[in-house]
């Protein structure tokens, strides 16, 4: 079946609240890909599911590398909230494969390929659309990106696009929800712990290379 037309859906979707598109998008789609990378904003978007569909699946890419007080950060946001999450890695010998090469280290558009994007690309076939916690405060690639976007064969759906940065910080205050560990690091963005650097934004991420997604968000 061919992909709705986003046109149409921008346009009413861009009228909508957060709360108000991430409930039509189930209404409008029932069946959703949620993705999270349990980072510094994640319980965000997060917690709206929580209050909105509290039982949708919610699929975390876990490459290994990650750093252990994300590991932590996860387990108790995901005991707080009670959500469904299922953890999807790449295969084994791949990953030890990078882990041997030190793959990050000289090319780290292959070592996010083997650990993070594949692991995803096996289960998209099954949706049509992909909701994300992108926000376009984050940086250049995501600043110009729109509520609804093609890629490939799958519609991303950024509920969040449009957001600024002080919007969240007063919903996390609201509810007294509790900030990954590494903030109070100067971490504001966490990604695997051989290319994160404490950094503003994003800026401590692939620190010295012109890097600055990981892939998952990257037309192939």
Aim: charged share 25%; net charge positive.
């Amino acid at each position: 079946m061919p992909l709705p037309n986003i046109d149409i859906l921008n346009k009413d979707y861009l009228k909508m609240a957060p709360e108000e598109r991430i409930v039509n998008a189930f209404l409008d789609f029932g069946k959703v890909l949620v993705t999270t990378s349990f980072g510094v904003d994640s319980i965000f978007l997060l917690h709206l599911i929580h209050r909105i569909s509290p039982k949708t699946p919610i699929y975390f890419i876990d490459t290994r590398y990650l750093f252990s007080e994300t590991l932590e950060y996860k387990k108790s946001v995901q005991e707080m909230l009670s959500l469904n999450i299922i953890t999807l890695k790449t295969e084994d010998w791949k990953n030890k494969f990078t882990r041997r090469d030190q793959s990050w280290k000289f090319d780290p558009d292959f070592c996010c390929k083997v650990n993070k994007v594949e692991p995803l690309d096996s289960i998209k076939p099954e949706f049509k659309v992909w909701m994300t916690g992108l926000r376009g405060y984050q940086n250049k690639h995501r600043k110009d990106l729109n509520v609804f976007e093609y890629f490939g064969n799958i519609i991303k759906f950024h509920p969040l696009i449009d957001l600024n940065e002080g919007y969240i910080k007063s919903y996390l205050k609201k509810y007294a929800l509790p900030n990954h560990p590494l903030l109070a690091k100067q971490y504001n963005s966490v990604g695997c712990i051989h290319c994160t650097v404490p950094g503003n934004s994003r800026d401590g991420r692939w620190e010295g290379k012109t890097k600055t997604e990981c892939g998952l968000h990257l037309s192939s």
